[in-house]
C-alpha cells in the first residue's frame, strides 16, 4: 500500500485478546499506518506490536468510558480518521453504550468504514481501493427510494 492510512482501534475489554492476536497478524501492513486507539487498547496494541519490532506513528486517546470513543468520533467527524476497527463485545453490556453508538453513527453518517470483527477488518485493510486515484466513494444519501428512477 501507498497510502498511509489513519486508523481507529478500539476494543472491548472481553475483546483485547481478539485486538491483539489481529495487531499481530497485521502488524507489518500497520507499521506503515497512523493508529489511533483508546487508553487500554492503545497501551496493549503498541506492546503487542512493539514485541514484533514495529513501531508505528501512535496516537493513545481516553479510554473508552472516560470519553476516548467520543475523541475518536470528533476525529471522524472532522474526516481525520480513514479507517476504524471497533471490536465490541456484544455479550455484555457496557456503561458507556451511548459513546459506543455515537462512534458508530458517526462512522456510518461520515462515510468511514468501520469494521467490527477481525474477517472484515481484513477484507478493509487488504482492500485495492485505498490506492485507487480514481475511485471516489459515494457519499450516503438520505433520500425517500423512488422506483419509478430506477424503472420498477
Not at 5 to 18: G, N, Q
Not at 38 to 60: E, H, M, Q, Y
Not at 96 to 108: F, P, S, V, W
Request: proline share 5%; charged share 25%; with cysteine.
Amino acid at each position: 500500500m501507498r497510502r498511509k492510512l489513519t486508523i481507529a482501534l478500539v476494543a472491548h475489554d472481553h475483546r483485547k485478546a481478539d485486538m491483539v492476536e489481529w495487531v499481530i497478524f497485521n502488524s507489518d501492513f500497520l507499521a506503515e499506518q497512523h493508529l489511533v486507539c483508546t487508553g487500554t487498547t492503545g497501551s496493549l496494541v503498541r506492546d503487542a506490536l512493539n514485541s514484533k519490532g514495529v513501531n508505528p506513528d501512535f496516537t493513545i486517546m481516553n479510554s473508552g468510558p472516560m470519553g476516548g470513543d467520543a475523541e475518536i468520533a470528533a476525529m471522524v467527524v472532522r474526516k481525520e480518521i480513514d479507517l476504524a476497527v471497533f471490536l465490541i463485545d456484544d455479550l455484555n453490556a457496557q456503561p458507556h453504550e451511548a459513546d459506543i453508538m455515537m462512534l458508530l453513527r458517526q462512522c456510518r453518517v461520515h462515510n468511514i468504514p468501520i469494521a467490527c470483527n477481525r474477517y472484515s477488518a481484513d477484507l478493509m485493510i487488504t482492500s485495492s481501493l485505498w490506492d485507487d486515484d480514481t475511485y471516489v466513494p459515494s457519499p450516503p444519501r438520505y433520500v425517500e427510494f423512488d422506483r419509478k428512477k430506477y424503472g420498477f
